[in-house]
């Protein structure tokens, strides 16, 4: 009978641990997208999550130098965060920093980055430019406006392998903990059945 109510148990264990191990939350897909090389300062930060997240939940940008960007009007709602980007950034590398609490009420951290590589400005013009005549320069305007290209558009994100690879060892850990739980109903069991 005990050992029914064992076995019971360890089956139990089996369907249940694992089930908690993969609720964590994970970065999807973001806006900017991870790796991304935009030729548009963007104007907001957009990240969704493969489960819904609290309203508590966070995020930062920061840039090459480590400095904070302002970021404003920061919400997380369902499965989405987002904020507004104050100002426009310069041509550099910046790093998105998230700290969520996910559905299974843990605390999960990541981060990405991308790279801004807007077109730099017009040069200052040359002072023969200038003293060229007004209607040569209303003339050629229109010509450099239709001959810009156009910004990519954002690709998906795969999602942030920081937050994948630190939970990938849980399956090893859920199998160490079920071996271990098993050897040791067996060394009882035999126990048992050699002192009778």
Same mark, same amino acid.
């Given at each position: 009978?005990?050992?029914?109510?064992?076995?019971?148990?360890?089956? !139990?264990?089996?369907?249940?641990?694992?089930?908690? !191990?993969?609720?964590?939350? $994970?970065?999807?897909? =973001?806006?900017?997208?991870?790796?991304?090389?935009?030729?548009?300062?963007?104007?907001?930060?957009?990240?969704?999550?493969?489960?819904?997240?609290?309203?508590?939940?966070?995020?930062?940008?920061?840039?090459?130098?480590?400095?904070? &960007?302002?970021?404003?009007?920061?919400?997380?709602?369902?499965?989405?965060? =987002?904020?507004?980007?104050?100002?426009?950034?310069?041509?550099?590398?910046?790093?998105?920093?998230?700290?969520?609490?996910?559905?299974?009420?843990?605390?999960?951290?990541?981060?990405? =980055?991308?790279?801004?590589?807007?077109?730099?400005?017009?040069?200052?013009?040359?002072?023969?430019?200038?003293?060229?005549?007004?209607?040569?320069?209303?003339?050629?305007?229109?010509?450099?406006?239709?001959?810009?290209?156009?910004?990519?558009?954002? =690709?998906?994100? !795969?999602?942030?392998?920081?937050?994948?690879?630190?939970?990938?060892?849980?399956? &090893?850990? $859920?199998?160490?903990?079920?071996?271990?739980?098993?050897?040791?109903?067996?060394?009882?069991?035999?126990?048992?059945?050699?002192?009778?």
């Amino acid at each position: 009978m005990k050992w029914t109510r064992i076995i019971v148990l360890i089956v !139990a264990a089996l369907w249940l641990i694992p089930g908690a !191990a993969f609720a964590h939350s $994970v970065l999807e897909s =973001s806006v900017p997208a991870k790796g991304e090389k935009v030729t548009v300062s963007p104007t907001e930060i957009a990240m969704a999550f493969n489960t819904e997240i609290e309203s508590l939940s966070k995020f930062k940008l920061t840039n090459e130098s480590g400095e904070e &960007i302002d970021v404003s009007d920061s919400s997380a709602e369902g499965n989405e965060m =987002s904020g507004k980007i104050a100002v426009p950034l310069a041509n550099g590398s910046y790093t998105v920093k998230w700290t969520i609490i996910g559905a299974d009420g843990h605390t999960v951290s990541g981060d990405y =980055s991308f790279t801004v590589e807007a077109e730099e400005a017009a040069a200052t013009e040359s002072p023969a430019a200038e003293s060229a005549s007004p209607t040569v320069e209303a003339s050629e305007a229109p010509s450099e406006q239709q001959t810009e290209p156009e910004a990519p558009a954002p =690709s998906a994100d !795969a999602g942030n392998k920081t937050s994948q690879s630190a939970m990938s060892f849980t399956p &090893i850990l $859920v199998v160490a903990v079920v071996i271990v739980v098993m050897a040791a109903v067996a060394g009882v069991l035999v126990y048992r059945r050699n002192k009778k």
